[in-house]
């Protein structure tokens, strides 16, 4: 009976070492191959309450085996940049942030460097992640070969003293513009457009916003730059971060057709196909 029985568990054993898993979990787990780590200090949640048990990282581990791969052709000649769009740290880039995952005051990414493609406009040069930095670089050659000449890049990494100095700035200005409203009337304002510290993906050094205008409006999503980039930016990693149809899922977050996130190519891809939002994408690698 005894043997029978180890037999059985045995072979669950190997079913379970067959099957793909991937998980996202709240606690700080390593098992499966999960790595987590925790904001501890001080981290906000959007209503200003201190959240000191809030993942911030989730390191999941796809299967190596998996089958599917990613190419694509291109006008321009990519080929020293693929390493960067297609990262061999493949599940590495799927940092989730937003008002229930904050991050700590103290996150900084490693690895930065200047974005070739910051807009020459006398701004600082903006900074990302080594691997979305590059990827970003070849997604902007390839639309320039497209026709897209006039994409620059306004906004990459910013801190988070950067954000919650502007946070407080917008609540400041909504304030003095309606002297009768109480400090949670504004706050609940600038709630609607600006990010409260350590909840925007900028902090991530994976996220940046381009466009051809003088400032990032809606309107963008009706040029012919927008449209490229909507359609060919996951061949680069990248994914449109806050789409109109998401609004619910992605925390209320506005459409904007300027905001691109990395997450690598066969991330993106995926999530290209089964048209999901980070989100979404998460919990179905959860669930799948
Ligand atoms: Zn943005």
């Given at each position: 009976?005894?043997?029978?029985?180890?037999?059985?568990?045995?072979?669950?054993?190997?079913?379970?070492?067959?099957?793909?898993?991937?998980?996202?979990?709240?606690?700080?787990?390593?098992?499966?191959?999960l790595n987590t780590s925790k904001a501890t200090d001080g981290a906000q949640s959007e209503d200003g309450e201190t959240n000191e048990d809030t993942q911030v990282q989730t390191d999941i581990q796809?299967?190596?085996?998996?089958?599917?791969?990613?190419?694509y052709e291109f006008k321009s000649?990519?080929?020293?940049?693929?390493?960067?769009?297609?990262?061999?740290d493949r599940d590495g880039y799927l940092i989730l942030v937003n008002k229930n995952n904050p991050l700590p005051e103290n996150y900084?990414?490693?690895?930065?460097?200047?974005?070739?493609d910051t807009r020459d406009d006398g701004r600082?040069?903006?900074?990302?992640c080594l691997y979305a930095s590059k990827a970003?670089?070849?997604?902007?050659?390839?639309a320039r070969a497209n026709g897209c000449k006039k994409l620059s890049v306004t906004s990459a990494y910013r801190s988070y003293a950067y954000q919650y100095k502007l946070y407080n700035q917008y609540i400041d200005k909504e304030?003095?513009?309606?002297?009768?409203?109480?400090?949670?009337?504004?706050?609940?304002?600038?709630?609607?457009?600006?990010?409260?510290?350590?909840?925007?993906?900028?902090?991530t050094g994976l996220a940046c916003d381009m466009h051809n205008l003088s400032s990032a409006k809606v309107e963008f999503a009706d040029t012919p730059e927008s449209a490229w980039l909507e359609d060919n930016c996951y061949k680069f990693g990248f994914i449109l971060r806050y789409e109109e149809d998401k609004m619910d899922i992605t925390g209320g977050i506005i459409y904007e057709?300027?905001?691109?996130?990395?997450?690598?190519?066969?991330?993106?891809?995926?999530?290209?196909?089964?048209?999901?939002?980070?989100?979404?994408?998460l919990d179905f690698l959860n669930k799948n």
């Open positions: 009976m005894k043997r029978a029985l180890l037999a059985l568990l045995t072979f669950c054993a190997v079913l379970t070492s067959c099957t793909q898993t991937y998980v996202v979990s709240t606690d700080d787990s390593t098992e499966n191959g796809t299967e190596k085996e998996e089958p599917i791969v990613y190419t000649d990519l080929s020293e940049y693929e390493k960067y769009m297609e990262p061999e900084v990414p490693e690895g930065m460097v200047d974005v070739a600082d040069m903006q900074q990302m970003l670089e070849a997604m902007l050659i390839e304030m003095s513009r309606h002297p009768s409203w109480s400090k949670e009337q504004a706050i609940a304002e600038v709630n609607t457009y600006s990010a409260i510290a350590g909840t925007s993906e900028h902090q057709p300027w905001h691109f996130r990395y997450v690598g190519r066969y991330h993106a891809s995926r999530m290209h196909e089964l048209d999901m939002c980070l989100e979404e994408y």
